[in-house]
């Protein structure tokens, strides 16, 4: 069963920095590409960033290049959202999905974790 | 940049069949697969419909896509509504390699 668990949401003040992860199981991880997508409250989801499988392509949403880094560990089946510089305007929860492979999957989502800025 | 346009919202009754469309800003709708989600209140998405057409294992077969290039859109059809089908629904393509959503369509079912 593919399983996506994301962790390391919180509060965290204006300027300050937060690392996600998510933990997938349930299929050969180093396969597919990955993807964090985010949700404010009560608004709709937004791509926020994706990574290739083996780590060596990365793309951004512009409202978050230069302060999100993701990257993932295929020895740990583990991805990763390292973000800085928050803002007010980056509270929502953010997800974790799998991509699909044409032909093959479809796409899978993690259960999501919140995160505030706020002071 | 690509965007995909969806109605706010739509109702209907149970039992009854209900069409969500997502029609695309630019290009053609056709040139990348749509893809769409089911949300329930509190839940995180799942995916009712991929690659335009094909239902997931475990989607009832009430589910259905379609695309229509003449108005550059696709649609999601849901028929025999149940009281659970009431979510927001999302449509998805790409722009490039990274993903593009519509703004959502709260479908009420009352």
């Known amino acids: 069963e593919v399983q996506l668990v994301e962790s390391g949401g919180g509060l965290v003040q204006p300027g300050g920095s937060l690392r996600l992860s998510c933990a997938a199981s349930?299929?050969?991880?180093?396969?597919?590409?990955m993807h964090w997508v985010r949700q404010a409250p009560g608004k709709g989801l937004v791509w926020v960033s994706r990574i290739n499988s083996d780590g060596s392509s990365t793309s951004y949403a512009d409202s978050v290049k230069g302060r999100f880094t993701i990257s993932r560990d295929n020895a740990k089946n583990t991805l990763y959202l390292q973000m800085n510089s928050l803002r007010a305007e980056d509270t929502a929860v953010y997800y974790c999905?799998?991509?699909?492979?044409?032909?093959?999957?479809?796409?899978?989502w993690g259960q999501g974790t919140l995160v505030t800025v706020s002071s | 940049n690509f965007m995909l346009t969806q109605p706010h919202s739509v109702s209907e009754s149970p039992g009854k069949t209900v069409t969500i469309s997502c029609t695309g800003s630019?290009?053609?709708?056709?040139?990348?697969?749509v893809q769409w989600y089911q949300q329930r209140p509190g839940s995180a998405p799942t995916t009712v419909i991929y690659?335009?057409?094909?239902?997931p294992s475990g989607v009832p077969d009430r589910f259905s896509g379609s695309i229509d290039s003449s108005s550059n859109s696709a649609s999601l059809t849901i028929s025999g509504l149940k009281t659970e089908d009431e979510a927001d629904y999302y449509c998805q393509s790409h722009d490039n390699s990274n993903w593009v959503f519509g703004g959502g369509t709260k479908l009420t079912v009352l």
């Open positions: 999905a799998r991509a699909r492979i044409t032909g093959a999957t479809w796409v899978y």
């Open positions: 349930g299929f050969t991880f180093s396969t597919y590409w």
């Open positions: 630019s290009g053609s709708i056709a040139t990348n697969y």
């Open positions: 690659e335009d057409n094909q239902r």
